[in-house]
């Protein structure tokens, strides 16, 4: 079975209600600060405390900075704090990667170069903690997928330092393209920014409809009072039902390129890659007049196509795609730790109608043992098999 994570984002989705949700979930609250404390970031507090909305108790959490910050950080000086803390490579690149969701988006909308970006309210130290909480709270879950409900955004204006802006402002705007959302459901900014890029740089697959065996309920309460839609943003960690085949509608892109610069491809597919694509390759192909090319496939859940077509449109010099939905089956997945002879290291399994069809151990992790210790990766894969054969 696959351990997934579902937002239900009836009422958004904001950094501080993930972080709540999170806690709710399960998340020690004392692990997320001391993991945080890894920034090396003064003048904040984290605030965890349980409260209600509508008669639904959860966890409500407020960063509250201790002393007063006037600071209007770029990326590069986001980036300077994530890559030089303690934090785990896995986390800061994640964190990285929502914080670039936000990045690309107020570069569109304000017609600026990604690393002349201001990051005002994002910039400040709350976004930063409630940013690099959540890949903290992700990586801490060892989920398989993120599934995410259609995305309520909410309506009215917001004030921020632009001015006053129309609800979703136009980052939220941006990040959200090509994902299902909802309108007008309450009477505020319901789905901020740095709530938007969570959702989209963790998500898998967007829309209401999964198959989930639920374990375990979060629920994050927010900040406002609602009369009628209580403010809370509800999480469920469960898995995929059953253990057969597990089957649902995606989408393939394709585009046939001539034209382009050999060495942009791995740009290309990195791109791809960190906006959600499910799978990326390239295949030789011969196209009229004889010339050969490449053909560009790109393989996305349901509503992630969007972006990356956009990404495909400006990052490749093609000037038109194909796109076709189709019936992805993939087979059930377990994942589990066990002790070899280099210490703990994580095994994927593959069940069809509940056998076993499939067995390997995690590659970065064997990648890690044979660099660390200067040894064939082969040796490697081949000394952790055995030892697992024999237990």
């Not at 972080?19 to 001391?34: E, K, N, W």
């Not at 994530?82 to 909308?109: P, T």
């Not at 002349?116 to 940013?131: K, P, Q, R, T, Y």
């Amino acid at each position: 079975m696959m351990k997934v994570l579902y937002y239900d984002c009836f009422s958004g989705i904001s950094g501080d209600m993930n972080l709540g949700a999170m806690i709710d979930l399960g998340i020690d609250v004392s692990f997320l600060r001391s993991e945080l404390d890894k920034l090396n970031l003064e003048g904040w507090e984290l605030i965890s405390e349980k409260s209600q909305r509508h008669g639904i108790s959860g966890t409500k959490v407020t960063v509250r900075q201790t002393k007063h910050e006037h600071v209007h950080r770029h990326l590069p000086d986001i980036e300077r704090i994530i890559k030089g803390s303690a934090l785990s490579d896995k986390v800061k690149d994640l964190s990285m990667k929502i914080f670039m969701r936000i990045a690309e988006a107020e570069s569109k909308v304000h017609g600026v170069a990604l690393d002349h970006v201001h990051f005002h309210e994002v910039g400040a130290i709350d976004s930063i903690i409630d940013i690099a909480g959540a890949a903290i709270c992700y990586t801490a879950l060892d989920v398989d997928a993120v599934h995410v409900s259609e995305l309520e955004l909410g309506s009215g204006f917001v004030m921020c330092d632009h001015g006053r802006l129309p609800v979703p402002a136009p980052a939220t705007s941006e990040i959200v393209r090509g994902i299902p959302i909802k309108l007008g459901g309450v009477d505020f900014e319901a789905t901020t920014p740095t709530g938007a890029a969570i959702v989209t740089a963790l998500g898998t697959r967007f829309g209401n409809q999964t198959a989930l065996s639920i374990t375990k309920t979060g629920y994050g309460i927010g900040q406002r009072e609602h009369p009628t839609v209580p403010n809370v943003l509800r999480v469920f960690l469960g898995e995929t039902a059953g253990d057969r085949i597990q089957g649902h509608r995606a989408v393939l892109l394709e585009t046939n390129i001539d034209d382009m610069n050999p060495e942009f491809y791995e740009h290309l597919s990195e791109k791809l890659f960190m906006a959600g694509a499910a799978d990326v390759f390239f295949t030789q192909v011969i196209m009229k007049k004889g010339r050969p090319g490449v053909k560009l496939s790109v393989i996305c859940e349901k509503g992630a196509e969007g972006r990356l077509k956009e990404i495909i449109f400006t990052e490749s010099t093609t000037v038109g795609m194909r796109t076709f939905e189709f019936s992805k089956d993939t087979l059930a997945r377990e994942i589990f730790k066990l002790n070899t002879l280099y210490g703990e290291v994580t095994f994927k399994r593959s069940l069809f109608n509940g056998r076993q069809v499939s067995l390997k151990p995690e590659y970065e992790e064997c990648r890690k043992i044979a660099l660390e210790r200067n040894i064939p990766i082969k040796e490697v894969y081949a000394n952790i098999m055995s030892a697992f054969s024999k237990q």
